[in-house]
């Protein structure tokens, strides 16, 4: 398997890149093809001793910001690691690709550059939260501001695939994220989506309170972008929060009790760190393309391309083009019937 | 000072509201006029050894309970305490009125039996939230689903004016809940709003992610109603998901340990708890309104009370309605200039 790999996008790129890949190279048994500036790569292979057995470069001249604005990755900036990556994807040339860099370019490039899946309307970014008993995954975190039932409808169904396929979660709930939980309750997008996910074949839970979010009841949550963003971020807010006020709760109890305690907050702000369970995944496009966090390190930029891997292993791509030839099949039924 | 509680409200009623009728009476010098069923209020006094002493009764029939539809309190209803209530506030029996009953009904009824403060378009359901070095009255969380910049602008006025006149903040930053910091961000609601706040004369801090929003940075948050019920009740999930977390992660660590640990940890779940700040004012009706949470013991009573004597000695309608007519006086001279 070839995971293609964005060598200069990220805080502490090209390294954390190179470090991902020189793990993955030796734990996932995977090739990786490191994109971006050789001569800059090469140095920091050399710099810090990496052997470079099992990881190819593909050259690319430019490099695509934070700065920039996202189509600059069709316009001035198509030769940039991030344009170049996803052209090689498009191209055959890997089976995935992963990049810690510009989120918006990535999406408007993963689009435009390696195409969605036929019958795709939208792709979407999706990350895992944590919940009391495992995960969730968050169908749109921002990608698409402006939703239609229909979009949503597809959010639910690709969430699905990937709850199932990638975390091995059986026949995952869907939530509806809304402000109650009856039938009735939302705005017009809520109110059609609700009728679209009932009539579905997947698993409905209904509407779910963002209260309700956390307790893990739904493994796929389902919203608009605007709200998915504000869900997403408040999540990643308040784990931090929380974590700073405990912390100054228990000052002053002792030097030995203090270490204990912030050994136990530490192990707690991880384990809400919705980073560390692995990049975003970009669900809806031809192939599988992972977002990992601007700061990520090495260790993160290892779990993105291992999240990738298991993207490829478990034919999400594949499987999400054979629902959506089920669901045509149904609907075409459903209106001759 | 007269304050109309609605004794039939919430889920220990008539107890709750009695409870905190006498501690008001006691604590604060107010007179407590007690809406509902005269009978279980004097009988309930009685077999609690009560004092009626500062309280009187404004009898009610009916009661409005959560699974009626909010309308029903001017349909099939209009005999309920809640109702009766507010018809006796909007008759200047009372300062202000405090229900811990159904919050759509609550809602409804003040809009169309108190009625709003002329020139205001929509009432606004305004929680406290705790932040890490205050508190920030979030509006709109769940009144008004589908909101207008003109709405929001109005909210933004509020918000600044509870927070200044009834919790003591001078000069409350306001900020707008929106997908990223930059002005472009966010969907036509948040732009358009960013423009109208961006010219008033509030403190506006600009968009605020919700990432930012338990900073404290903003002691205003203005949203439309279903993103904000949207970071209210996560605010709510998180804080007793994380307790519950923490709690699971000291466990096993010898009695003493534990009872230090888990002390800490109520006293942090108390600080998360936006219902310990007291209830939600209702802005933007021509008396004050406080809605109670509907779980409200005495004591959470007792603080929704004190909240409703605050907004009187602030003299927040009279603000607002001030605040309204310079705004007014404002746009008339750009107008003519």
Redesign the interface.
């Known amino acids: 398997m070839r995971i293609i790999v964005d060598a200069m996008g990220g805080d502490h790129a090209p390294l954390a890149p190179l470090e991902g890949a020189v793990r993955a190279v030796r734990e996932l048994g995977v090739t990786v093809v490191l994109c971006g500036d050789e001569q800059k790569i090469t140095a920091v292979a050399k710099e810090h001793g990496y052997s470079m057995e099992g990881i190819e470069i593909l050259h690319a001249e430019d490099v695509i910001t934070m700065h920039d604005a996202p189509t600059e990755i069709v316009k001035s900036k198509e030769g940039c690691s991030m344009a170049v990556g996803l052209k090689a994807l498009r191209e055959g040339k890997g089976d995935a690709f992963v990049s810690a860099g510009n989120s918006g370019a990535l999406l408007v490039g993963a689009t435009m550059l390696t195409r969605r899946i036929k019958g795709i309307t939208r792709a979407a970014m999706a990350p895992v939260l944590p919940t ?1 008993n495992g995960h969730a995954i968050l169908m749109d975190a ?1 990608a698409n ?2 939703c239609r039932p229909e979009m949503l409808m597809q959010f639910a169904m690709m969430g699905s695939v990937y709850m199932e396929k990638v975390m091995g979660v059986k026949e995952p709930k869907v939530g509806l ?1 809304n ?1 109650g939980s009856e039938e009735c309750k ?2 017009e997008l809520e109110q059609e989506t609700y009728q679209l996910l009932k009539a579905s074949d997947l698993h409905f839970y209904g509407n779910i ?7 893990g009841n739904c493994q796929v949550l389902v919203t608009d ?3 998915g ?11 931090s ?2 974590a ?3 912390k100054a ?2 000052t002053g ?1 002792g030097k030995l ?1 203090a270490l ?2 912030m050994k ?1 907050l530490r ?2 702000k991880d ?2 760190d919705y980073k560390k369970v692995g990049g975003a995944v970009l669900l809806g496009i031809a192939y599988p393309v992972i977002k990992g966090h601007g700061s990520s390190d090495g260790g993160a930029m290892f779990h993105a391309i291992r999240q990738a891997k298991t993207c490829v292993d478990g034919k999400i791509v594949e499987t999400i083009t054979e629902a959506l030839a089920a669901q045509k099949l149904r609907s075409k039924q459903k209106s001759e019937a």
């Not at 309170?209 to 307790?215: F, G, K, M, N, Q």
């Not at 869900?231 to 308040?238: A, F, I, T």
Request: hydrophobic residues 50%; aromatic residues 16%; charged residues 20%.
């Open positions: 009391a921002g501001v402006e994220i402000n939302g705005r309170e963002a209260r309700e979010v956390p307790s972008g605007f709200t963003n504000i869900v997403l971020k408040l999540y990643e807010g308040l784990g929060f929380f700073k006020k405990m709760m228990f109890i009790g204990f305690i136990k192990a707690f384990s809400m």
